[in-house]
């Protein structure tokens, strides 16, 4: 297989790149901004158009800023090409449908590079939950403000909470299976720049309330708590799971607590090796009935 990674951003230097090297795979990267050689790849590209038109990739992995993924992810599949994207695909529905529509004519694999419940310990509580149906979801991710020069907090690049972090705030009715919103009470902040850097949202489905708090600015925190009775799950690190540390699962039973280790699990790997079975199988259109779910969902916020 020949990957091009269009970009050559924090993830992809983080958790991409070292992955892909280690399978059997002729990988090319395309990046405007990244000075120096990069080793252990195939070619090294300035060009975004001239890598797609000279390294011939099977798939292209697009790692840029949010504002340009419609157009790049546009252009990998009109060039024949298996097309991820990072989180968020596209900026609203129409563009995600206009992508989907190009996907399934040209019988392509699309799919949004949103991969935290490929992680065991995510895996866990939708085994929980089966058994167990729920009463309450509270969700809560915070970063520290980003400095102002930030992608973060850019207009012209895609920037904002809703952005950022909406993928995840809309995965998760998905994940535990939550349908037709009954009510829904949400406040949006945002800055001079009129970015949203603060949503909190209180949304009841029919068996369960789904709570959250996703901003810029405060004390890092990213967790998911689920309640069912007198049963407290927390999952720390839940969204951006590390591939090198141990996370725990902590279980509250009214005076019990009950604490599971998951060992180091590196979750995009489990993601992009679905990806690789379903290559294979020709199975893509549940990427796309999941992408459409989560950008409804994500609309659904705002309007």
Partial sequence: MKILIIGYSNIVRKRIFKLFLKKNIKLFI???????DIIG???????????????????????????KHFYWAKKSLNN??????????????????????????????????????YHSQVKKLIKIYKKNKLNNIFAKFIIPMPEKKSILLSRNLGGGVLMDMGPYISAIPRIFNLKKIITKNIVI??????????????IKFKDCTYNGIFKFGGKYKNQIEINKDYETVTVQRVFSPPDNEVLLLKTKNKNKTKILKFKKEDCFKNYFEEIQKNLKNKKFDFYCKRMIADCEFRSNLTL
């Fill in 189 to 202: 902040k945002k800055n001079n720049k009129k970015i949203i850097t603060f949503i909190k949202f209180k």
């Fill in 30 to 36: 395309a990046s405007k901004s990244f000075r120096g």
């Fill in 41 to 67: 790849i195939e070619k090294q590209y300035k060009s975004y158009n001239y890598a797609i038109k000279n390294s011939k990739p099977d798939l292209i992995y697009i790692s840029l800023p949010n504002s």
């Fill in 80 to 117: 024949n090409c298996h097309t991820i994207v990072d989180k968020p695909i596209t900026s609203n529905l129409n563009e995600l449908k206009s992508l989907i529509k190009i996907a399934k004519k040209k019988k392509k694999l699309l799919s949004e590079s949103t991969f935290f419940n």
